[in-house]
């Protein structure tokens, strides 16, 4: 199902954004005060080219538990949670939001990606008494920092599910690959992230109107940056055709390591137990005296003596997301190789030999420990964390 524009991109001021972020603005003219009001929590950004897929019947619950990395057979109505679907190597194909409603099983995922989904499902089904639905483009996904005024209300609310993002609470079952293992040491111990899923029709007929009275829309340019300073991974971005979800920190929020068979379970527990992730994901707190912000797909690499050997250094990693906070300056994720040192200056290498690089310095603070598997997978360190 190709994702079309949003009806909010014909809103006074609306910057269409790139990439997967095509189809919604970026930014409606006021990016610095838009990302202001998104982090004070009287703003919500028009996220309605994420796809939506709904699962219905009797079996729905103890048929994701069984195909997902998350256990779900006792999720009660209302209750948030991230599942992955893996392939047999244990490498990440959907990150799903998930929210069930006591009749119906919501599930949102990355732009492009409820086609592959819900043909997916749909080949599943077997003989289990479950329908599954893409709803992409009927349903639009709004995000927030807080409860929207009205929206949560019985009867009349505006949205017909809301999803409330568990980073950083370690989830039952789950383990963080960060250094410490407490939840409220972590840098985004106070993020909270809301998706609210409204009829398309709503936004198409009312526009800016269907907001309660103060709040304003903002742009993904000022969600990605909230989300990079939260250190939340986002499949497609800080992801690839490889990545397993002990290199993001998944592990903490949408892998619960001990419950039944699944696909990919067997990398997940080996990893867990016996190996290191072979890569981590990493904060990086760019130099601003630059006037662009490098491009992610950008190399990054350790920091050498001088600029001709930065030309010619051997990769340490990519960076993945970019952003520009509002309090923080230029930001970034970047996955790295694992035995990068966690203490060394990065370069971010962005150009061509061609047409000339140019380079931007970085500091590193830790997402995923260097030693994540081999300290923090050993049977003494399984502490059990619950949410928040």
Known sequence: MSVLPSALLSVKGAVAGNGPDAPVAAHYGQPNAEQRALAEGTAVVDLSHRGVVTVTGADRLTWLNVLSSQKLDRLAPGTSSETLFLDVQG?????????DDGETTWLTVEPGHSDGLTAWLQNMRFASRVEVADRTGEISVLGSTAAVPGWDADGDSVAVARWQDPWPAIGEGGFPYTADPDPAQHPAADWTWNEYLVPSSVLAESGVEALPEGWTLAGTMSSEAL??????????????????????????TAVHLDKGCYKGQETIARVHNLGRPPRRLTFLQ???????LPAPGSDVVARPETEDQAAT???VGTLTSVALHHEMGPIALAMLKRNTDPEAGLLVRNGSAEDGWSFTAATQETVVSPQAGQVLGRQ?????????
């Not at 939260?230 to 920190?249: F, K, N, S, W, Y």
């Not at 399984?382 to 949410?387: A, D, M």
């Open 91 to 99: 490498r990440i194909e959907f990150d799903c939001h998930l929210v």
């Open 227 to 252: 989300r990079v300073a939260a250190l939340r991974p986002r499949q497609g971005m800080d992801t690839d055709e490889r990545t397993i979800p002990h290199e993001v920190d998944l592990v903490r």
């Open 286 to 292: 760019l130099d601003g005296s630059g006037h662009t």
């Open 313 to 315: 250094a051997r990769p």
């Open 380 to 388: 003494t360190g399984f502490l059990r964390k619950g949410g928040r």
